[in-house]
T-cell receptor, first 113, second 115 residues
Framework: DTAVSQTPKYLVTQMGNDKSIKCEQNLGHDTMYWYKQDSKKFLKIMFSYNNKELIINETVPNRFSPKSPDKAHLNLHINSLELGDSAVYFC????????????FGSGTQLSVL | DAKTTQPPSMDCAEGRAANLPCNHSTISGNEYVYWYRQIHSQGPQYIIHGLKNNETNEMASLIITEDRKSSTLILPHATLRDTAVYYCIVRAHNAGGTSYGKLTFGQGTILTVHP
C-alpha cells in the first residue's frame, strides 16, 4: 500500500481553469503538507495542516486553497490557473512527534498551457 | 533554520562507498541534521537524521563532526538505484508553530553512481 498517494500524477490544463489535486495518507499522521517544486527544482513548502487546522501558509496566492476534510486527506484546489503555476506539487505527511521526518507522495506534475 | 552548503555534483562507482559532505557552520544547538534524497520523478525520501552522535540505519550512516559544523552522509555500497539528488537540511527537531514540517531544501548534491 502506498503511504502517501496523490492524484492525478499528471495534469495538463489551460490558463484560467480551476483544478484540484487530491492527497491521502494511510500512515495515521496528524500533519500534512503541500510542497511545490519549480522548474529549477527548488522545493518549497506551501501549506502545513495539523489535525485539519492550517498552520503554515507560505505567502501562497489565495488562488490556492487547501482543504482537509479529515486527518488523512489534504486536497489542493487552484483557481484561475496561470502559466507560472506549472510545477510539480508534492503532498507529504509526518507524525506529531517528528516534524522533521516527512513522507512524500510521488508528485503531481501540473502543466498550464 | 541554518543554511547548508553541498557540492553540486559527485560521482561514485557502483559497489563503492559514497561520501556526501555538507557544511552547516551556523547550526545552532537545538538543530538536527537531516538528509533526504530525491530519485528522478519521485518525491523526496527521508534517509537519516542526527544531532551530534554518529547515526546508522539500513540506508546510510551519518557522521557529524565534533563541532557540528559539518557532516557526511555515507552510502556504504552504492548501487545504480542510489543515483539521486541528496539534500542536507538542518532544523530544530520538533519545532512546532510556524515551523511545522517546514524543510528548507537547497540545491542538494546530484550523486551519479556509474557501473
Amino acid at each position: 500500500d502506498t503511504a502517501v498517494s496523490q492524484t492525478p500524477k499528471y495534469l495538463v490544463t489551460q490558463m484560467g481553469n480551476d483544478k484540484s489535486i487530491k492527497c491521502e495518507q494511510n500512515l495515521g499522521h496528524d500533519t500534512m503538507y503541500w510542497y511545490k517544486q519549480d522548474s529549477k527544482k527548488f522545493l518549497k513548502i506551501m501549506f502545513s495542516y495539523n489535525n485539519k487546522e492550517l498552520i503554515i501558509n507560505e505567502t501562497v496566492p489565495n488562488r490556492f486553497s487547501p482543504k482537509s476534510p479529515d486527518k488523512a486527506h489534504l486536497n489542493l484546489h487552484i483557481n484561475s490557473l496561470e502559466l507560472g503555476d506549472s510545477a510539480v506539487y508534492f503532498c507529504a505527511s509526518s507524525q506529531v512527534s517528528h516534524y522533521g521526518k516527512l513522507f512524500f507522495g510521488s508528485g503531481t506534475q501540473l502543466s498550464v498551457l | 533554520d541554518a543554511k547548508t552548503t553541498q557540492p553540486p555534483s559527485m560521482d561514485c562507482a557502483e559497489g563503492r562507498a559514497a561520501n556526501l559532505p555538507c557544511n552547516h557552520s551556523t547550526i545552532s544547538g537545538n538543530e538536527y541534521v537531516y538528509w533526504y534524497r530525491q530519485i528522478h520523478s519521485q518525491g523526496p525520501q527521508y534517509i537519516i537524521h542526527g544531532l551530534k552522535n554518529n547515526e546508522t540505519n539500513e540506508m546510510a550512516s551519518l557522521i557529524i563532526t565534533e563541532d557540528r559544523k559539518s557532516s557526511t552522509l555515507i552510502l556504504p555500497h552504492a548501487t545504480l538505484r542510489d543515483t539521486a539528488v541528496y539534500y542536507c537540511i538542518v532544523r530544530a527537531h520538533n519545532a512546532g508553530g510556524t515551523s511545522y514540517g517546514k524543510l528548507t531544501f537547497g540545491q542538494g548534491t546530484i550523486l551519479t553512481v556509474h557501473p
